[in-house]
């Protein structure tokens, strides 16, 4: 049923999601549980899976990350919801809880620091790392920004467009 949940819902994605729904169902979510009927999977079954997961080594012979987990039980929630209202089952998912994620410490650049960098920096990089610095863009909506989307009158920066994996798209969110 995944493949077929996910051909149903690739209309609603952007390219580099349905990139990444592909990885998780190919790389974790088959090779778990996908062999097994929907009316199958059971509440132990996914808490057994998801324990599976977080003593499963990632690319760097580390633990995978709990922000991984996560994301793997919520494409699995998504398609259990799905085919448990198509087929008339109790969802297995309800009430599980996701993985803790520790908080990540960051420390951004002073303004002082910033502005020493934007000083430093080549000529051609200048206006990309002032809208950086002081803006808080994602990085595919500053790569994907274009002067056309700059009103100075009202002094706005619009956000319309994305540049994500060289490829320009619309924005996950207007």
């Not at 039980?73 to 297995?92: A, V």
């Not at 920066?157 to 207007?174: A, H, M, N, P, S």
Request: glycine share 6%; charged share 30%; aromatic share 10%.
């Amino acid at each position: 049923f995944a493949s077929t949940w996910a051909n149903e819902k690739e209309v609603d994605w952007r390219d580099s999601y349905k990139r990444t729904i592909k990885t998780y169902i190919e790389t974790y979510i088959l090779p778990g549980v996908g062999e097994m009927p929907l009316d199958a999977i059971k509440r132990e079954t996914l808490l057994g899976f998801r324990a599976e997961l977080a003593r499963r080594k990632g690319k760097r012979t580390q633990l995978l990350s709990p922000a991984t987990i996560n994301r793997c039980m919520t494409i699995i929630k998504q398609i259990l919801t799905e085919g448990c209202l198509r087929y008339e089952l109790p969802n297995p998912t309800a009430n599980i809880k996701r993985v803790k994620t520790p908080r990540s410490h960051v420390e951004p650049f002073t303004l002082p620091e910033a502005h020493q960098i934007i000083e430093a920096v080549r000529g051609d990089f200048r206006n990309y790392l002032i809208v950086r610095f002081f803006t808080g863009l994602r990085s595919g909506e500053a790569n994907g920004l274009k002067w056309k989307f700059i009103d100075f009158e009202r002094r706005q920066i619009l956000v319309r467009e994305t540049f994500v994996d060289g490829k320009t798209e619309y924005t996950k969110t207007d």
